[in-house]
């Protein structure tokens, strides 16, 4: 075995091989693949090798694209075969409300470029000729999609792997990870030590233990998964297309003349939480026939022919599940060099993982913005073993339930909730939660008597109409926002101003109480992080992200900073609690609960004052994300309830209401603020985003700034456009397909509603000659193909008026 290596991948499953098969490819030759057991031995050997392409995002379903064109031309290329069929796939509708689902996938796959056809029962009984036509509305069949051999696959990926110069040790299990200064040493195992500057975790439903080794925490959970194996029955062909349906909780493949048949039932169940034995290789579970036997009668429901089919034998296996049911991918932030790739569906996903994280790990990033499979986007409360198992667990069983729009996890809740809460509860709030925290979505006491008809399409599942009435509170007397959930930091020392100069766009070399919206960007420009920095002092700065990007963006941030201990960085978002408040009667009723001169000459915008509030010592800050005047207000988390009880009490009489997050959505978008993940991602620089006011690239020099340089001089061939849309009462929400003379120019990064501005609106990124004001395009709405135009921004108040009053 090896002393020394480039990387060391733990694990010999689907995922593991194909990290090892294109690090070599890539031209790294010293690599080293453990495995504790035998290759495949872990989840792989007993997976059902079902291949479907289109997921929620169009990157996780590039990623899967291209496992399939590898899977395709493996068999040449290795001499081995790994059985891949490209028999298609059909998902089923068994109710008009599945089938509405469909249509909006198929809307997805189109603005994706993946084909996918609508069809009949008559055409889906054409093509999976055993099944029944019972309650069958329709169905969406991807000729692409299909089936491969688990374990075939994996040899054919260990073998070029092996070729190219990469060592694969079977039976020789991890013991330790040697980790110093933050960094990655050395890997341990029973037969010896390999000094390397990277270990990849590939250990699927060992992730847990291996992440324990270094202090990370990867929240995978091994979920007990059965499926049944008939004999040969008449009728079934080789070519058989894949077939889900989900109303059934069921899915369907050809097995040698047979089938099988697996699915998700509602009361799944975990395993080895407290350890997984240490001879767990090529092993399944017993069989669990009472709990599998409603799944079976609903497969029989489909195919009748399985009433009388015989069965060779039912599995038993575990599968890893993460804790929102995405793949699990990236260096971890805790410790530079230590990689991870995990999650389901692994045979599917395996081609794609195994190339943007040999991306990842050569090049520093993925081709890929991958940010819905990256591993930061889970917090330190994942690390609780039980919470992340319930939330693994609630994936597993919503598998194939329909999905609304903006659904919300409902285990494990409530975890953490801000100081204002129960307040919240008694107005009635409706909670939604991010990054652990409990957030009102909207309050059920603004719901008027005689509410207006709510909206059409697939958003009408999850809509109040106190979604308007909170929206209009803002814009015509003030609202009263919880914002506790935003992630915060400071970062401090004699190094701090040029250590964020160099990672942000902006100039931050300000006098001290100024408030500054920035980017921080990669080496290409992209944008990793976007926030806002305040300056507290000469060396002292605050810095607010959102909720959700505090792991990401405090990661980013500490990565980059010098090792002399010039800088220190501290999060403080569990100690400081956020109320904002905004409006055109913000300032009255602020000034009625503070003493202090909040005049706009004395406190302007986009500035910062300690205030006083209540008697309470308040860190104001004069900013808006949603277009109007106000503050907003950081407390100290156990003064957090006096503060927003004043405010509440010298609100109410001046027409305050609480409003919850889905109207900040729509007002923002009528403010053409940009939301990052959507609007802006790695992959889009800040000229392109329309936020090239924030580039200071003629006064300082920043990361990312020679990449700007370049795109300034050459000129843009994109930018981020606002559309409007001709039907005010379609709602795209992200994802849609946006359409010239017929043809997919672009997709929806976010849109909505704009109650103000009363037009339904959508951001898309544009080949520039689409992007002038005036040219009329399409947009493709809930199976409707509506006229949008491309209009100046933002809707609202375009000369920023309101905010600087």
């Not at 994942?382 to 994936?395: K, M």
């Not at 976010?750 to 947009?779: D, H, K, Q």
Request: glycine share 12%; with cysteine.
């Amino acid at each position: 075995m090896r002393t020394e290596a480039q990387a060391v991948i733990i694990g010999g499953g689907v995922a593991g091989c194909s990290i090892a098969y294109h690090l070599t490819l890539m031209g790294w030759r010293e690599i080293v693949l453990l495995e504790k057991g035998q290759l495949t031995g872990g989840a792989t050997f007993h997976a059902a090798g079902l291949i479907g392409q289109l997921r929620g995002s169009h990157n996780l379903t590039r990623m899967i694209m291209y496992s399939v064109e590898l899977y395709a031309r493996l068999r040449e290329e290795t001499g081995l075969d790994p059985d891949w069929r490209g028999v298609g796939s059909l998902r089923l509708a068994g109710s008009p409300r599945r089938m509405e689902e469909l249509r909006r996938q198929a809307a997805l796959a189109k603005a994706y470029g993946l084909e996918l056809e609508l069809i009949g029962p008559r055409e889906a009984v054409r093509l999976f000729p055993i099944m029944s036509e019972r309650d069958l509305v329709g169905a969406a069949y991807i000729p692409g999609d299909g089936r491969i051999d688990p374990s075939g696959l994996t040899y054919a990926l260990a073998h070029a792997a092996r070729s190219r110069g990469c060592e694969i040790q079977t039976q020789t299990p991890v013991t330790d990870i040697v980790v110093r200064d933050g960094r990655v040493q050395a890997v341990v195992t029973d037969r010896g030590t390999i000094r390397t500057p990277v270990a990849v975790c590939a250990a699927g439903i060992w992730s847990w233990q291996i992440g324990r080794m270094v202090g990370v925490t990867i929240p995978i959970t091994p979920v007990e998964h059965q499926y049944l194996v008939t004999v040969p029955f008449e009728g079934v062909p080789r070519d058989l297309p894949v077939m889900r349906d989900p109303d059934l909780l069921v899915y369907f493949r050809e097995e040698v003349g047979g089938l099988v048949v697996g699915g998700y039932e509602r009361t799944p169940v975990s395993w080895g939480l407290d350890g997984i034995p240490p001879d767990f290789n090529l092993r399944l579970l017993p069989p669990n026939w009472e709990r599998f036997e409603p799944l079976a009668r609903n497969a029989a429901v489909r195919i009748p022919e399985l009433n009388r089919a015989g069965i060779r034998k039912l599995i038993n296996g575990p599968d890893g599940f993460t804790a929102d049911g995405e793949f699990l991918l990236g260096e971890a932030p805790d410790v530079r060099g230590f990689f991870v790739a995990g999650g389901s569906p692994g045979i599917a996903t395996g081609g794609g993982v195994g190339k943007v994280l040999a991306e990842w790990i050569i090049e520093g990033r993925p081709s890929l913005d991958l940010w819905r499979a990256d591993v930061r986007r889970f917090g330190v409360h994942f690390g609780d073993r039980a919470y992340s198992a319930a939330r693994a667990l609630e994936v597993y069983s919503r598998n194939y339930t329909v999905h609304y729009p903006l659904e919300e996890f409902e285990s494990a809740r409530p975890l953490r909730v801000s100081p204002p809460y129960s307040r919240l509860q008694s107005l009635g709030a409706v909670f939604g939660e991010k990054g652990g925290w409990e957030r009102p979505n909207w309050f059920a006491s603004n719901e008027r008597e005689d509410p207006p008809a709510g909206p059409e399409g697939w958003i009408r599942h999850n809509w109040s109409p106190a979604i308007a009435v909170e929206h209009a509170a803002a814009r015509e007397a003030a609202g009263l926002f919880d914002f506790t959930s935003f992630s915060k930091c400071e970062v401090e020392g004699r190094g701090a101003l040029g250590a964020l100069q160099w990672l942000t766009d902006n100039d931050l070399d300000k006098p001290v109480g100024a408030v500054t919206y920035t980017q921080m960007l990669n080496a290409q420009g992209g944008i990793e992080c976007d926030l806002t920095v305040t300056r507290l002092g000469p060396e002292r700065f605050f810095v607010v992200t959102g909720s959700a990007f505090g792991v990401h963006d405090l990661d980013w941030i500490r990565r980059h900073l010098p090792t002399d201990g010039s800088v220190a960085l501290r999060e403080v978002t569990a100690a400081l609690g956020c109320v904002g408040l905004w409006g055109p009667r913000a300032r009255e009723i602020l000034q009625e609960v503070s003493d202090d001169d909040l005049s706009n000459g004395t406190f302007p915008y986009m500035t910062y004052r300690a205030i006083t509030v209540a008697g309470v010592a308040v860190r104001a800050l004069r900013v808006t994300y949603v277009g109007e005047l106000g503050w907003e207000l950081y407390v100290p988390f156990d003064a957090g309830l006096r503060v927003w009880d004043a405010l509440w009490e010298a609100g109410r009489p001046r027409g305050l209401r609480a409003v919850g997050y889905r109207a900040v959505d729509s007002l923002r978008l009528e403010k053409g603020y940009r939301y990052w993940s959507a609007d802006i991602t790695p992959e889009y620089t800040p000229y392109e985003a329309g936020l090239g006011f924030c580039v200071k690239i003629d006064r300082k020099d920043f990361q990312g700034r020679e990449a700007l340089l370049r795109q300034r001089a050459e000129g843009l061939t994109r930018k981020l456009c606002c559309l409007v849309l001709a039907d005010p009462a379609a709602h795209p929400l992200g994802n849609e397909p946006v359409l010239a003379d017929g043809r997919v120019v672009s997709r929806v990064t976010s849109g909505g509603y704009g109650f103000t501005v009363r037009e339904s609106i959508a951001y898309a990124y544009l080949p520039v000659p689409l992007g002038e004001a005036g040219t009329v395009l399409a947009v493709e709405v809930d199976g409707r193909v509506l006229a949008a135009t491309v209009q100046r921004e933002p809707r609202f108040d375009p000369t920023n008026s309101r905010i600087r009053s």
